[in-house]
C-alpha cells in the first residue's frame, strides 16, 4: 500500500503533503529531523492520510493536493 499524507507544522502552522509506503517509518524521519523540507518546522503532526494500491496513484494524488 502507499499512503498520500498532509503533516501540520506546530511551530509555524505550514502544511506538507507527500507519499510513501511506510507511513510510520516517514512521519519519524519528519519528525526526528532527517527530511529537510520538514526540519526546521518540526513536530509535526499528521491530520491526513489516503492510501491507494499504487505508487502511481498516490503520486497522481499527491500532486493534485500540492
Excluded at 18 to 32: A, C, F, K, M
Aim: proline share 2%; no cysteine; charged share 30%.
Amino acid at each position: 500500500m502507499w499512503y498520500v499524507y498532509i503533516l501540520r507544522s506546530k511551530r509555524d502552522g505550514m502544511l506538507y503533503t507527500g507519499y510513501t509506503e511506510n507511513l510510520e517509518q516517514r512521519l519519524r524521519e519528519h519528525n526526528n529531523g532527517w527530511v529537510s523540507s520538514t526540519a526546521k518546522r518540526k513536530p509535526l503532526v499528521l491530520i491526513r492520510s489516503e492510501e491507494y494500491s499504487s505508487k502511481e496513484t498516490a503520486s497522481v494524488r499527491e500532486k493534485f493536493l500540492k
